[in-house]
């Protein structure tokens, strides 16, 4: 035994490692995992583990997330370790929801990857035992519990009969909410990628099409971010970046910073691309808090330059929906949260 002990010892000082930092909870630790076993498959000299890191906004579950402004409140605690002068504390990489990931990153960080989408619905979830199997079945006055002013802005478009309140918390945790029989949640609304991830997907009641709700920017995306001009993380990053999930989130990314957005504002995307004939469809949807006002449109683009055409399809859609309203829609929700 001594002598495996001595081999293993000189195996794991043969491997490089890289340390990838995410959040605490369960679904952002089975994200990170997922990165990891993505890393090691690519690269088996390399040995990644996992540290799990408590963020602003795990601290506060209370306050909906519309009264934060906060771009960084997934992201400064875990950003801070990627600099970190203390060595085991330090990170290399962390794993992010690239829809929590804020468009224009600090100084000395950089986006190095885009790992393959899981779907980027959003969805409906029914109590269990629930008759209803739709939002249109729902008796006037029910409450729908989202933490999204997104959701619940594209929402009360279609649903003004419908109450929405937020509810916030981990996945199980909103799960045991909508659950418990005295509860004042009719249902809930999730990303249907996080309930995939978390091997979930049997709660999902209905997943909405574009129709009913456009998908926030990123969602079902892993964004991997690095100290920016990190060489070695961006030669491994390569190899497990997905091309048509990078293109659609890229063009995405670029609407949402374009607008001047942020994961708070109810901007909502749908994006394809087509790998043989190179054509990216972006659409996007711009609503008012109360859901009263809504600015929709529609861009095309060949891509030719990933980065570049991928970005510029997002600006182009952006410009479009500020000339038709969509600027005045932002600004007025800005200003409301000033006043709050």
């Known amino acids: 035994m001594a002598e495996m002990g001595t081999v293993d010892e000189c195996w794991r000082a043969m491997k490089e490692e890289i340390k990838i930092g995410g959040r605490r909870s369960k679904l952002a630790v089975v994200q990170s995992v997922t990165v990891k076993q993505l890393i090691e498959e690519k690269f088996p000299n390399y ?11 795990d601290q506060v579950q209370q306050k909906p997330l519309y009264s934060f402004g906060g771009k960084a409140l997934w992201t400064k605690e875990l950003e801070d370790r990627l600099y970190d002068a203390d060595p085991a504390k330090k990170i290399d990489l962390i794993v992010h929801s690239l829809k929590d990931m804020p468009t224009l990153l600090p100084e000395g960080f950089e986006l190095g990857g885009i790992t393959k989408r899981v779907d980027p619905s959003d969805c409906l979830v029914m109590p269990l035992g629930s008759p209803y199997k ?13 933490s999204s002013v997104r959701r619940s802005a594209q929402l009360r478009r279609k649903f003004p009969q419908l109450k929405f309140e937020s509810i916030r918390g981990n996945i199980h945790t ?22 995939i991830r978390m091997g979930l997907e049997n709660r999902i009641t209905e997943r909405f099409t574009s129709k009913t709700m456009y998908h926030a ?23 497990i970046t997905d091309l048509e999930s990078t293109v659609c989130c890229l063009a995405e990314r670029a609407l949402m910073r374009t607008l001047e957005g942020g994961c708070s504002v109810p901007i909502g995307v749908e994006s394809s691309y087509d790998l043989d004939t190179k054509k990216l469809i972006l659409r996007g949807i711009v609503v008012s808090v109360d859901g009263s006002m809504a600015v929709e449109d529609c861009q095309e683009l060949i891509i030719n330059d990933i980065r570049e055409d991928s970005m510029k399809c997002g600006k182009l859609l952006a410009e479009k929906m500020m000339a038709d309203g969509a600027k005045q829609i932002l600004d007025d929700i800005n200003l409301d949260r000033i006043d709050q």
Do not use: F, H, N, W
Request: net charge neutral; hydrophobic share 40%; with cysteine.
């Open 47 to 57: 040995e990644c583990p996992v540290l799990a890191l408590q963020t602003l906004g």
């Open 134 to 146: 739709s939002l249109s079945d729902l008796p006037a006055g029910s409450v729908v519990g989202t």
């Open 174 to 195: 909103r799960l045991q909410k909508v659950d418990d029989p005295e509860t004042a949640y009719k249902c809930i609304i999730l990303a249907s990628a996080g309930l």
């Open 217 to 239: 920017v990123g969602q079902g995306a892993l964004g991997l971010e690095i100290r920016k001009g990190d060489t070695r993380m961006l030669r491994v990053l390569e190899k």
